[in-house]
């Protein structure tokens, strides 16, 4: 061999174990698996489907998602902006539909929680009681333009962070973020928690609304882009996103009045290390509406996850859900708790991955290792897997760590179902038991389920069979 | 060759071109170079010098440098705690001593502005005679305890942060980063300069010290070490740094009356992306003041450039700088600027290296690259190479890219003469004209003379001839 020869290296088909022994760097993994996870029909529609209609629905489906640039625009109560819940009683919740009966404990708790906060009943008891005779209606915050993280569920009197798509108008709203501890998305109803949403309806809402209505919109985008090249992931890491955001808003926040309210929300901003979460959330959310219902197009645009039911929703099936059932996150727990204390995969905050942010963009984000676990190298190799199976990289979203590339954006079910490569979801892990709290964090896959029912689904619109 | 071997590499002596044809991944440069640059009587003194005693003297230099905590405790004006400034006209400069004549355009625009800005003098000229007739004293801010970036003047009224040593009560002081643009570092010294320093000096600084008297001080090893993680290396790149203090601050801030100060100051801060430099750079001062003076030690305790020349300290020499000429930055330039515009290197940032932060850190930083050159990967391989050089990992600043090993740490005046590699050095490019301001950034090697004198010095020191 001479020196300018090109080094011989180890291709490995098939599962990493096989050659364990030897160095990493010196093996290329093809991580072949059969198509559509071995569901002949399946692939044979997939193959069908993957033609020019495809492609240019596709195409003009991530050029659409990657066009918006969403704007922090208001934070107002949610009666007033979000669709569908001003009258009677309307509470939403996180993942696909899922009747009262089937949910799961901390969905529950955050219902009967929420129910108190609306003063629709006076106790726990009879909180659960009107829950149970149905006379309180629940629907997913993706079926009214929102989403909410863990539990997500969301009250009318709750504020809400509007996010405004400038080129047409369109809106999408998350809940604000509680801080962790004893919470609402948890599960945890008590006076604490009810306490802190008075507060944060009363106070923290009006103040950030004051204040974005005093210095302008903020541009969303931007704020996750420089948040990236600052360790976040816009997902289960957002200290850098909540730390530009405070200090950039802080000059007008402490302008507001009464100045001891001003303070508080300053405190409240300062101890909370994921309060940008919920930004990153209403703004994928605004992003991935773009591409809804556009015919033909195998783009997902929602991941979501009930406690009980994993769900996907794909551009050209529109307001369908695939799901199947969810099971618990695998990753690292907080001293005390194991994977039998684990609920099920729970919230809409996937709907970060769906845009590339979370963990398609672990790469960003190699702190974030050492809370879901692997190392950094790790991290680089996860973002790099998920370009197996994504559109495109983001255009905003340069990640420093592979060489400014954007992150994998835009996943498609048939890359999927070709390469048999799951999408990646960092994900906090909850008690199974409403109210404990969070115990833990990890990643998670998406099922292969779905998007074997999505193709499904897509080739029998397309008359394909 | 079966696939458990290990796979051939391409071993280079030398400098890089010689394979430049060869993939890097395939090729281990050795980067060997003449021990002591060539310099035959030197590497003979740094062979014998190479011996027990200096290990033990080094070990306990680092470990001295490891244990200090610095506290950001006050911000009060110079002439309160800079010791040696409080009576008759003094002004303190970065780098090693030079007299006013020999001193470059911005250090000398910087001292005129000083001047102005004590009221010492009612114009540019005044100022200009009288430092002229040496009615002023000019010494270096390293005399006192202090340091400044770039033109680093220090004037009695300024405000300084306070960095304590909780154990010992030792403190250090830098001044306050004024920000971008016609600042007094660069040597501007205007209306519009003047009235800033007029502001920090009257509404700034008490401020700040108020809310950290009423906050209580602040954990600055804490608070890089998360910056680190956030993509900041604590020299040329302090937004995290910045953000992280200015979030925990800011409620502490608000609550200061008159509140339009209050608003003032957090509006200040959201508009200065390097205000903790200076933070950062009286921590590195205070650690690495806690090996000065450490008999038969070869810990670099202090690199400072004043324009004209840079200059070394060694533990075991004490308060002796080693200087020599400077050359300017080589790097990236602002556009409609080039290398025929720069002045020499400048400032006492590089006190950041010295602790194993700012282009030791580099790997911490990959979005850097785009501001002062280089890749990511160029970043990651400048902090590895910066480990031949120190004594050790800082226990306290683990970096997330390269696996959370602590930033390579201490330079050791022997293994730079061993292994022929300088310390580097971020740093930004100042305009040789004094006002003109910041015109690039980019990454400098400390000059191999220093290295060389030190090392003479310190056989001296031992009586080895």
């Not at 969403?70 to 009258?87: C, H, S, Y």
């Not at 009747?99 to 659960?128: K, S, V």
């Not at 808003?249 to 508080?264: C, G, H, K, V």
Request: proline content about 8%.
């Amino acid at each position: 061999m001479t020196i300018l020869e090109p080094v011989a290296r180890i291709i490995n088909v098939g599962l990493p174990l096989i050659v364990e022994g030897v160095p990493a760097a010196d093996v290329i993994q093809l991580d072949w698996r059969p198509p559509a996870f071995g569901e002949a029909d399946v692939a044979r529609l997939a193959l069908i489907l993957d033609d020019d209609v495809t492609a240019d629905a596709n195409a003009r489906a991530i050029t659409a998602v990657h066009s918006v640039r969403p704007q922090l625009t208001r934070v107002r109560p949610a009666k007033e902006v979000v669709p569908g819940i001003a009258d009677g009683r309307t509470l939403l919740h996180a993942g696909p539909p899922i009747e009262w009966e089937r949910m799961c404990g901390p969905m529950r708790g955050a219902l009967i929680g929420a129910t108190l906060f609306e003063g629709w009943a006076e106790t726990p008891d009879q909180a659960e009681a009107l829950l149970d005779r149905g006379e309180i209606t629940v629907d997913p915050c993706h079926h009214h333009g929102a989403v909410g993280p863990m539990a997500g569920v969301l009250a009318p009197s709750m504020p809400v962070f509007v996010a405004t798509d400038p080129s047409d108008g369109r809106l999408a709203f998350a809940s604000l973020n509680e801080g962790l501890g004893k919470v609402l998305r948890f599960g945890a109803f008590d006076d604490e928690v009810i306490t802190r949403l008075s507060w944060m309806r009363d106070v923290l809402g009006p103040i950030l609304d004051r204040a974005l209505e005093a210095f302008g919109p903020i541009d969303i985008t931007s704020l996750i882009g420089q948040a990236l090249s600052m360790g976040d992931e816009g997902h289960n890491r957002n200290v850098a996103a909540t730390s530009l955001l405070t200090r950039r808003l802080a000059p007008t926040i402490a302008a507001m009045e009464p100045s001891s309210d001003a303070i508080a929300v300053l405190e409240f901003l300062a101890g909370n290390d994921h309060f940008a979460l919920n930004v990153s959330m209403a703004s994928a959310k605004l992003s991935m509406d773009a591409a809804v219902g556009m015919e033909n197009s195998t783009l997902v645009t929602a991941m979501a996850r009930n406690g009980v039911e994993f769900g996907l929703r794909v551009a050209g099936s529109g307001a369908e859900w695939f799901t199947t059932t969810v099971g618990p996150a695998d990753g690292l727990f907080f001293p005390g708790y194991g994977p039998d204390d684990a609920n099920p995969d729970l919230g809409d905050s996937a709907i970060t991955e769906t845009l590339g942010l979370g963990g398609f963009a672990m790469a960003a984000s190699p702190a974030i290792t050492q809370f879901v676990g692997g190392n950094p190298d790790d991290a680089i190799a996860a973002t790099k897997s998920m370009r197996r199976i994504t559109l495109g990289p983001h255009p905003a979203f340069p990640l420093p760590p592979i060489n400014f590339a954007g992150t994998p954006s835009g996943i498609d079910v048939l890359k999927v179902l070709d390469t048999g490569v799951l999408p990646l979801i960092n994900t906090g892990i909850a008690h199974k038991l409403a109210g404990v709290g969070q115990i833990g964090a990890g990643i998670v896959t998406a099922p292969p389920e779905v998007f074997l029912q999505a193709a499904r689904s897509l080739a029998n619109r397309r008359g394909i069979s």
